[in-house]
Structures are given as C-alpha cells and as structure tokens.
C-alpha cells in the first residue's frame, strides 16, 4: 500500500532520524556541579600507576533483545548484500566491541561529549542541497573575463541582455512545450541533434529569438562569422496570424547543460527539460558596447567548486547502483563526470550567479535549477563547538578521557588507552531465528544513511538552553556558524516494535510510507538474527575512574532512567543494524544491581599488606548508591539528557516512526522566488529535549511541510493541537499499553 492510498498516514508520524543536541560549552553553563570535571576539556590521567581516590572494578551487565537483533556478517552474491548471525564452535557470535560502543555512545550522548565518530572525508567540505524551481528566476548568467585582483577576486560580466534586462538567458527548444511555447512555436526535426553537431557548450553565437510569454524562444543559431546558421523551430504569431514579427537578432553563448550523448538522440537528460540555454550579451544593433562587470572573491569559488563536486559524487553513487541493477549509466549532466582539474574558472567561463546589493556575486551556479552550497562546511561549525573529534590530549573530552582516543598521528602522544574493557559476551540459548517456512532471506525495507546535507534535521540552535533549528529559516542559512550548532543524528525507539517479530515489523513499517519507489538491489536480505528475548551478557571491566565519572558510565545503564520523569516504565539503548525501522531495541541493566568494587586507598594498602592485589579483592555497591555519591544532580533537567531520554523511550502516542519520503521532503522545502521558505514549509523534525506541553513539545513530526493550515479551535473544547499533515489530535491523549513493561527489580538484576 503506498502513502496515498494509506489512511493511517493522516495522523501523522514521527521522523526516523532526530537529532541529539551537544553542546559542552552550553553544559559548562548549565551544569555548573558537573563542569569541572566532565564537561572540561583536557588529558585523563595516564595509566602508569593507580590514583588516589580513584576506582577499579567490574560489573556484570545484561542486555536483553526487545526487538529483532540484526547482528553478524555482510557477504555480497551477484551484487545482493546479505546478512547473517556470525557463529563460533555453533554459537551465536557478538564482538565485545558491540557492547563497547553502546556503552561509548550512551556515555558520550550523556556527558555532551566530542564527537568520536566524525566523517571528515563528507563533514570537511561544503554540503550542498537542491534547490526550489522558483529561486532560479533571481539568478543572473555571468561569463568570467579572466581578470583577477590583487585580492585574487575574480571578475565577470553580466550576460543578462544589456537593455533586455531581464535577467534571464534565452531558451533553446528541444522538446515540445505546449505550457511555455502556447502553441505558437514548433520545433524543427533534429533541431537538438543539429545544435550539438554544429555547436558547442561556450561558444560565442549570433542567434534570433522571439518572446513568448516573457521567455526569449530561440529560432535560428549562427555562427558568429555568419558562415553557419540551423534551424530551432518556427514561430507562428499570435492569434492564428501566419505572418510572425521579425524575429530579434542578438549576441550569446551557448549553455549546455545536458550531455552530448544525450543531445545526439534529440532529447534531454531529464524529463521535464524541455530546453537548453544561450546566455544574452546584446542586441546586434545595440549601441551600448561597455560590459556589466561584477567581481566575486575566493569563499565563492570554493562553494562554486563544492557543487561541482556533489554532482560528481552523486554520479558516482548513480553509476554503482546501475551497475547492481545491472542497468545502462545514465549522465546526469556535463559537470558530473568532470575531474576537479576541469573545475578551474578561465576566462570565457560560463555559470549562473546570486548578486547581491553591493554589486557583488554572492554565489556562483552552475546548473540554474539544481544544487547549491552552504555557506560552511560541518567541520568550521563542529570545531568552533569543540565537538570535532579530539586531535591532541588537550582537546580530550569526557568520552575520550574513558574510552580511550587516536589523535592525530602527526602529533607526539596523542593516543591514550581507555579505561574500560569489555569481556567475552555471552547469548541465551535458542538465540538465532531464521526466515519462516524455508526462505533463503527477509528482505528489509531500504535503509537510508542520514543525510547531513538536509540540515533541518540535524541542526541545533545556539542558546544557552538549545532549540530547533530549522523552522522556517532558508535553506542557504542552515549551517550558518552564527545560527547553528551541530547535533548528533539518533534514532527514536520504536515503540510499536517492542516485543514483535522481524516480519510484523517489516509489515508494519512498510504500511505506513510510499513502497512504490523501492528499489530491490538496495535492500539488504537478511538470513538470520537473533530473536527477541535473546539474552546476551558480558563483564564490564574499569580501572582508575573517578565516582563521577562511574556515576555518569552507570546512569544510563538503569532502564527506568531513560523513560518520561516519574514513569516506572523503561527506556532502550540500540545496537546493530536496522534501527530506523525499529529492530536493535535492547534493555540494559547492571545485573543483581550490583557493582564491584576497589578504591585505590584501599588497594594500596592491601598492597602494602601483602594481602591483596588489583582485582583479587572487592566489595559490593549498589548501581544507586555509586550514584549517589558521584553527586552529579538532576541530570534530567538538562536538555541533552531529555532528548536522550526522548530517544530511549521514544513516543507512545500510538503513531508510526519512519523516514520522511521524497515528495513529503520536497513540499517541506518549496521556496518563493527569494528562497524564503513558502507559509507551512521549512519546517524540522520536533525538539527532543522539550519536556512539557508548555514548552511548546509536540511529538507529531511537523516536516512533512505545506500542508493544512491548522484549524482555530472551537470554544468550549479540549484542547487539542495540529499533527505533522494538519489533523487535530488530543493533546492529553491516553497512552496506548501497547509494547509497554515494567521494569521489576525482582527480576534478580
């Protein structure tokens, strides 16, 4: 069933990827108990020798599936990814490094700690995002003269016409527009074929036109000596007139955006493109002979080369996904298979430009509806946030001073060992589940890496108490140093998913978006897993950490920590593969809510006895009471640890969790002719970290965008608020039962 035809999807639903905000200088500020030592950044103490005061121990953790666990090793057949539980001597095998990283992520998200996983292959250039249709009419055609200044600005010349002054290039007809052309003009056979035969992309031309409807509609092409002329098409006048007005002669050069290939077969590369450009330098008659010039500096050639560079990637990601269909590629326009020796501009160059009040090019385009740049890479904003990964022990954050972190290999002792190890992990018998009735595999519904680029969902605004943002700010502000801080993309607990099986959650999921546009080589098949209940234990070693720094590792190992303040219900960490559609879902627990213990002045004494050594020896703690005496506070006031809470427990308002889809995406981002976003769009996935109704916390997802107005409310009424596609809904709805369970401390944890 697909989103259309779905009734379910007019409730609304929550966005599959969020965002966590992290922010340590905003932590210093608000958490003033805790600043000192976790929210500081600088080296831990080596590991030459125990410290006083400090800790040593272990504790035995237990984490039980409450949904599928897709878990094991990929193998790829014939282009199709498959996956399978790893087994050894026939047992299910879990790497400790799982478990590290869950315990690494929590620990991280809880102390707002520096990012430890940072892509800054993608994060260290500009990310670029397509853009509405309509900012197209406010870009102006510019050609480079080849001068620099002394400032390495470079200067171009304004080809909007001179006197014509329309900002717009001339249109070259290469398929039939009824909409556009309003049936006064027809193509001449071939005429596509014929252009790029005889011309090429750049090329200075004599060419005649007419306007149609406020487009200049090219008729003839020359050569600018005169020597060759073709035919575009015919003009047939207004109102059945079969004698056309003389057709305009101007001077141009041609912009071609559409492969050659392409051209030869007399079509464009896409299917709404119905025809290439020449961008206007003068009427042939004109009497005004100085150029427009404009300058742009370096920042705009950078971005300038960002775009040409997104359009080379997404070629390359085009490219191997037809080669796992086993499809024919397809170019998608003449800068995507450019090398960046190509990018350079020289004089004669051709681009689309933004300029500004001051005369100035703003941005420089090369494709006049397609993608543009931000005005800064993730990385400027990240190391101004000091959350860039860690280069230097000086640079260490909470997370690196225990878990351990590489630096720069350029720089002398930047590596430092953590100070927590995980044992062998062990998995409850009858662990593994296979496909039913004989099937090789279940197929998952494509899985969709975040993508940082689409800004609204992963940006946080700065504040001393952060916000979203997002809401109805440009696209070309989004990742503005000034404006945003970065958050952490997390995954929202599928609350519907507890307790089910692999393919009622796959059921469940697909009901509720567009299968339509699924495309089969994408989707993973998996063979086996492990099945929910499955219990999977491990020892959790630590050595020489200080009580807040135990308190803060065991915080998020309680499960009632992670549901709503005052709940008894529980909240769930996530491990493995799938957990945008709900699998991974684990509850983790300290078993027997008992910690191991050994303080290093106890230690040493026992060393200087001659009665104990590290390890040998230990007493009892209780998880609450080492708490307690890390004095770290009401950690559940403070807004990252509410959106981390928000993320463990998820939603249980009974709406579905899934991806924002591809038309839902574009109608949230439609702009006016300015690109400011149109009434309803530009709107981001809801803040995590509200915790209450007054605070503006709505759990529908609202980003769908540029749907329904909301309603005024009827007097009299409960009141009620506006979802995500504009439905009204209680807003003090009864919380369905549905997937829920106590946490029971009789359990024997």
């Known amino acids: 069933m697909t989103q259309k035809d779905n009734g379910q999807n007019a409730r609304g639903f929550h966005s599959a990827v969020n965002r966590l905000p992290r922010l340590p200088h905003e932590a210093r500020a608000l958490d003033e108990a805790n600043a000192a030592e976790i929210y500081s950044i600088g080296p831990a103490a080596p590991l030459d020798h125990l410290h006083s005061k400090q800790l040593s121990g272990f504790f035995d953790l237990e984490i039980i599936a409450r949904s599928p666990l897709l878990i094991g090793e990929q193998t790829e057949v014939d282009g199709q990814r498959y996956l399978s539980v790893q087994k050894t001597n026939g047992q299910p095998f879990v790497a400790p490094t799982i478990i590290k990283g869950l315990l690494s992520t929590a620990y991280e998200r809880v102390t707002s700690s520096r990012f430890r996983v940072f892509d800054t292959a993608i994060h260290d250039h500009y990310l670029t995002y397509r853009t509405d249709p309509s900012q197209s009419l406010t870009l102006v055609p510019v050609r480079h003269t080849g001068e620099t200044d002394s400032n390495q600005n470079l200067t171009f010349e304004i080809l909007d016409g001179g006197k014509v002054g329309d900002n717009k290039p001339a249109y070259i007809p290469i398929k039939s527009n009824k909409k556009v052309l309003a049936r006064r003009y027809t193509l001449v056979d ?10 090429s992309h750049g090329e200075r031309v004599l060419f005649s036109a007419h ?4 487009r200049w509609i090219v008729e003839t092409i020359s050569r600018i000596d005169g020597s060759h002329t073709i035919q575009i098409g015919k003009y047939r006048g ?15 050069y041609l912009y071609l955006t559409t492969p050659t290939e392409t051209l030869k077969r007399n079509t464009t590369n896409f299917d709404k493109k119905w025809a290439e450009r020449i961008f206007i330098e003068r009427y042939v008659n004109s009497d005004e002979t100085a150029p427009r010039l404009t300058n742009c500096d370096q920042s705009v050639l950078e971005r300038y080369y960002a775009t040409l560079r997104s359009y080379r990637e997404h070629q390359e990601s085009a490219d191997k996904l037809k080669i796992r269909q086993g499809k024919r590629k397809v170019t998608h326009n003449v800068f995507s298979r450019t090398s960046p020796e190509d990018w350079t501009l020289t004089e004669g160059s051709l681009a689309y430009a933004v300029i500004d009040d001051n005369n100035r090019v703003s941005e420089l385009i090369p494709i006049s509806v397609g993608r543009h740049a931000y005005s800064q890479s993730p990385s400027v904003i990240a190391e101004r946030d000091a959350v860039r990964p860690a280069t230097t022990l000086e640079e260490a954050s909470a997370a690196d001073r225990l878990f351990g972190f590489v630096g720069n290999e350029n720089a002398n002792g930047t590596a430092r060992q953590g100070r927590v190890r995980i044992g062998p992990v062990t998995v409850s018998g009858d662990a593994i589940e296979t496909p039913p009735d004989g099937t090789e595999y279940t197929p998952l519904p494509p899985l969709l890496s975040p993508k940082p680029s689409s800004g609204r969902r992963f940006l946080v605004a700065r504040e001393k108490s952060p916000r979203a943002t997002g809401d109805g700010l440009r696209r070309d502000n989004l990742f503005d140093p000034a ?8 995954y929202p607990t599928h609350r519907l998913a507890l307790g089910k099986p692999l393919a009622d959650i796959i059921t469940a999921y697909d009901a509720n978006r567009d299968t339509s546009k699924d495309s089969d080589s994408v989707r993973l098949r998996v ?12 020892r959790v070693f630590f050595e020489d950490v200080s009580s807040k720094e135990l308190a803060f590792l065991l915080w998020p190992l309680v499960p009632t920590n992670l549901a709503p303040e005052g709940s008894t219900e529980v909240g769930y960490h996530k491990i493995g593969i799938g957990k945008p559609l709900g699998l991974g879902l684990v509850e983790v627990s300290v078993r027997c809510d008992t910690v191991h213990l050994q303080d290093t002045d106890a ?18 703690k209780s998880v609450a009471s080492l708490i307690d005496k890390g004095e770290i506070g009401r950690l559940d006031e403070l807004p990252w640890i509410r959106a981390f809470r928000r993320i463990a427990y998820g939603f249980d308002d009974g709406l579905p969790v899934r991806y924002v889809n591809l038309e839902e995406n574009k109608r949230n981002n439609k702009t006016d002719k300015n690109g400011n976003p149109n009434e309803g769009c530009g709107l981001a996935p809801r803040p995590l970290w509200h915790k209450s109704a007054e605070e503006g916390y709505v759990d529908h997802f609202r980003g769908s965008g540029c749907t329904k107005k909301q309603t005024k409310k009827s007097p009299g009424k409960k009141k009620r608020h506006v979802n995500g596609n504009g ?13 829920r369970r106590h946490y029971r401390k009789s359990r024997g944890h």
């Open 190 to 199: 071939n005429s596509a074929k014929k252009l790029i035969t005889h011309f």
């Open 211 to 214: 306007k149609i409807k406020r």
């Open 238 to 252: 207004e109102n059945g007139n079969n004698i056309p007005p003389r057709a305009k002669q101007f001077t141009g």
């Open 483 to 490: 404006v945003s801080s970065l958050g952490e993309a997390a």
């Open 527 to 538: 063979r086996s897993w492990l099945k929910p209940n499955t219990t999977l234990s491990c």
């Open 603 to 620: 230690l040493a004494l026992a060393y200087a006895r001659l009665s104990g050594v590290l390890g040998s020896t230990s007493h009892k």
């Open 727 to 739: 439905d009204d809904t209680d807003q003090n709805r009864h919380r369905s039962k549905q997937g």
